[in-house]
């Protein structure tokens, strides 16, 4: 009997957690730490940690695996340590500063408002590629797809020769207007190719016009040049998941989370869409339980080791990025929209030397936990030790047991690194800096969403990653939200929602046709309907060919796939784009262009008011989208009779004092795996699990539900 197992895992900064669950619905999972060097590693051990619970081996369990979903940090951490391949570029003459000059934009992301401002506190990154390694050909493609300067083959042919003899690994090629025409990319790869056999030298050439034809030459350079610098070189770390899955027995091709919300083949041609895919898993997996739940409106919200993610989703629907910025970079491909707007559990805490005032990160010990850790060699207090001094995390509980913290070590770095320099307690100091924290993520969480119009009494907030549980009732105090849920495996709810996700493919390319109003100029709308036609037409059937391409990587057979056409579409004139999803595959008559716009104007109107539209200006269909799936095995959510409101006897563990609003309480402390759906756990209480710890703290309230959910109530709100 096989294919009746979905296996996920998602290697986080700080641990990596693994997901299995069975045709039933039934599911574990497994926490390790994070082996960055060699993933492969502590993949191994949080297999070995989830099925142990199963008190099955990994071997009887991979041979019966279908599917096996990967999301992680490899690739973004190669990124930000400036560890990619040694790339050459070419480009068209007269743009070889690209990464010198940047775009403005660039120069000041991740920063302040004050210090946006003040152009004197802008930096540049240190370019990928060294300026030496940036060559200029002659020759120019319009933006109309014509050409009217040839392209000078002799100085492409020089700039090969010389990048070769720089000893290069890989050749990106990124031209104006490649996305209308690729003609002068493909010719450059054709005189790569001649100097390559002549040299006896061959490394692999990355052309914009067929990675990402998209507009905006700067941030589609960055994307193709993210693909060959730490994109490709990520394919080795998933081969060696790949091989230790293949070890237990594993037969199931590895698939591994995009930025759009699905899951593509490891084999993909455009793997930088998987840049980020960690958080996704966890946005994936809020909308298939929300779903499931009857919840259309979710905030979600993910403390892990290194950073608080927060997303919207809204109508069950959320919204997609089609030019985001990652680690400082403006790149151009789709990303649900998540930000990391604070800090996570490792994060460093420091007193500034100037002002005497706590800082909280950015930097993390991230799988060294802190300086409860001896073996983490960390000699800076974090978050972590904050709550194993509070009594808020067990030091005897920490992966299950398999580490063990020392308390006393922390609170000796509280007091000589904070409490003693402000003159405070220990313990009201690091009280202090857990209240800095979660004011720091409520105030973050309220931005979201009434910077959108919404208000917290119409959704429902999910915490989740193994941070979450212990700091939801701090950031949601105060806030009225529908509901506050906590799932059981809140610690790997990112691996569980990397197999909620479709096997789909999102291929993008830009098309710039515009449109009249149909209501206030129907002649030209009229005029215009067959040339609309014959370019979005020749998009999508374009798209639709690539993403069969890709299924068939993977043996998917084209009557198995299931397309989904979009157009991302704004008013003429404006910056921002709308996606909107057509019922349709291809543009016949004046009514379907019609739909296109009517979609557009409805979506405009929820997301910047009905009073915003401007019709007047027309439409400009920027992109053609076409999204490819093929159904795929997922879980389901656990369904377990209710019982009493009282936790049964063998749920409780030996009680601890925790310290809160200033003064110690005698705290209930329970195994979470013991619970039973339809329990109510009254705080001060602490519930355990070996991946992690729910702090339910005085004046709240958790209740267990049949699908081992918890839902948090503040009963002084």
Not at 182 to 205: F, S
Not at 616 to 622: K, Q, S
Request: glycine content about 10%; overall charge negative.
């Amino acid at each position: 009997m096989t294919g009746h197992y979905i296996m996920s895992m998602d290697a986080g900064g700080t641990m990596t957690d693994t997901f299995f669950v069975d045709e039933a619905g039934r599911f574990v999972v497994g926490k390790a730490q994070t082996t960055p060097e060699d993933e492969s590693r502590g993949f191994g051990k949080s297999v070995e940690d989830a099925l142990k619970q199963w008190n099955v081996e990994a071997t009887a369990i991979f041979p019966q695996v279908a599917t096996g979903i990967y999301s992680g940090t490899s690739m973004l951490n190669r990124l930000l340590e400036r560890k990619g391949r040694r790339l050459g570029i070419i480009v068209t003459a007269g743009f070889e500063d690209y990464f010198l000059l940047e775009r403005g934009i660039q120069t000041y992301l991740g920063y302040s408002y004050q210090d946006r401002l003040k152009v004197g506190t802008h930096r540049h990154n240190p370019p990928l590629v060294p300026r030496e390694r940036i060559r200029g050909v002659r020759g120019r493609i319009d933006l109309f797809g014509t050409e009217v300067i040839p392209l000078y083959e002799h100085e492409a042919e020089a700039a090969v020769a010389e990048l070769l003899a720089k000893d290069i690994e890989g050749l990106v090629v990124n031209l104006l207007f490649s996305y209308v025409s690729g003609a002068h990319e493909q010719a450059i790869k054709a005189v790569a190719e001649k100097v390559m056999a002549a040299t006896g030298k061959t490394v692999p050439i990355y052309l914009s016009s067929d990675l990402y034809p998209v507009m905006q030459d700067f941030a589609r350079l960055n994307t193709v040049t993210i693909e060959a610098y730490a994109a490709e070189p990520s394919r080795g770390q998933f081969q060696k998941i790949a091989d230790r899955a293949k070890g237990f027995g594993g037969q199931f091709e590895l698939r591994v989370m995009a930025s759009h919300g699905g899951t593509i083949s490891t084999e993909a041609r455009e793997l930088a869409r998987t840049l980020i895919s960690g958080p996704i898993g966890g946005m994936v997996g809020s909308k298939y339980v929300g779903r499931e739940l009857g919840i259309d409106n979710v905030v979600c919200s993910d403390i892990g080791g290194t950073s608080f993610d927060l997303g919207l989703i809204t109508g069950n629907q959320f919204t997609t990025k089609s030019q985001p910025d990652i680690a400082r970079f403006v790149l151009k491909l789709p990303l649900v929209e998540i930000d990391s707007v604070g800090a996570g559990t490792g994060s460093y805490v420091r007193l500034d030397p100037i002002s005497n005032r706590i800082e909280i990160g950015p930097d993390s010990a991230g799988s060294r936990i802190g300086m409860c850790y001896e073996e983490g060699g960390v000699d800076t207090p974090t978050l972590s030790d904050c709550n194993i001094v509070l009594g808020n995390l067990n030091p005897y509980n920490f992966l299950g047991g398999e580490v063990v913290l020392n308390k006393d070590r922390a609170l000796q770095a509280i007091k000589e690194r904070i409490a003693g320099p402000l003159g405070l307690d220990p313990y009201d100091a690091a009280e202090g800096v857990l209240e800095l924290f979660e004011n720091h993520l409520r105030n973050e969480v309220y931005a979201r969403v009434f910077g959108k119009g919404y208000a917290p009494e119409d959704y429902t907030l999910f915490a989740y990653g193994g941070g979450g549980p212990m700091h939801v009732a701090g950031y949601t105090k105060g806030l009225n939200f529908a509901d506050v849920l906590v799932p059981a495996w809140a610690a790997g709810f990112s691996a569980f929602g990397c197999a909620c996700a479709d096997f789909e493919y999102r291929l993008d390319r830009t098309l710039n046709i515009a449109t009249a109003s149909p209501e206030l100029a129907p002649a030209a709308f009229a005029a215009g309907i067959e040339g609309i036609a014959a370019v979005v037409n020749a998009g999508w059937t374009g798209l639709r060919t690539k993403v069969a391409d890709e299924f068939a990587k993977s043996r998917v057979p084209t009557e198995r796939i299931v397309y989904r056409h979009c157009l991302r579409v704004q008013y003429v004139g404006q910056l921002n784009d709308l996606e909107v999803e057509l019922p349709f595959d291809t543009i016949r008559t004046a009514d379907d262009v019609r739909a296109i716009v009517d979609r557009f104007e409805e979506a405009y109107a929820k997301l910047f008011s009905r009073a915003a539209r401007s019709p007047e200006l027309g439409y400009l269909m920027t992109t053609a989208v076409v999204y490819g799936t093929c159904e795929v095995m997922k879980p389901a959510l656990p369904q377990e009779p209710l019982s009493g409101e009282t936790p049964p006897a063998e749920a409780y563990k030996e009680g601890r004092k925790i310290y809160r609003g200033g003064k110690w309480h005698d705290a209930v402390i329970l195994e979470m795996e013991k619970l039973l759906p339809g329990n109510v756990v009254n705080g001060p209480a602490v519930i355990e699990a070996g991946a992690t710890t729910f702090v339910v703290p005085p004046a709240t309230q958790a209740r267990l539900d049949q699908h081992r959910i918890f839902h948090l109530r503040h009963l002084d709100a």
